[in-house]
């Protein structure tokens, strides 16, 4: 999924659009991952699967992918590819119009 986040945040740098990641790979995992630019989107680490973010989440494996609309409810879970797509287009429309009073 990296080279399609990746793609999402190049396509939406200029939309009311956000990813953030969180992981629990070792520091220098991340670190790297960042330092390649594999990574460009704001991550956290989590100290271990079950910690104090995945825990809260209930995330069971990685990828787990949780798509929030601009009120930060959450709309989706685990989808990708195409459905991924479609979705984040249709929840930038809604924010772009709710800001424009439409």
């Known amino acids: 999924m990296l080279p399609h986040k990746r793609s999402l ?3 939406w740098k200029k939309e009311p659009f ?3 990641g969180v992981n629990t790979d070792p ?3 991340l670190s790297r991952l960042v330092k390649n ?3 460009t989107w704001r991550n956290f680490r989590d100290e271990r699967v ?3 973010i995945s825990g ?3 995330i069971q494996g990685w990828p787990t992918v949780y798509v929030l609309d601009h009120k930060g409810v959450i709309r989706h879970v ?3 590819g195409e459905e991924l797509d479609q979705a984040l287009s249709k929840l930038i ?3 772009k119009e709710e800001d424009r009073g439409e």
Request: glycine share 8%; no cysteine; proline share 4%.
């Open 9 to 11: 945040v190049e396509k």
């Open 18 to 20: 956000a990813v953030v």
């Open 27 to 29: 520091p220098e995992t």
């Open 37 to 39: 630019s594999t990574t």
């Open 50 to 52: 079950g910690g104090e």
């Open 56 to 58: 809260k989440w209930k």
């Open 78 to 80: 685990d989808i990708r």
């Open 93 to 95: 429309k809604e924010a």
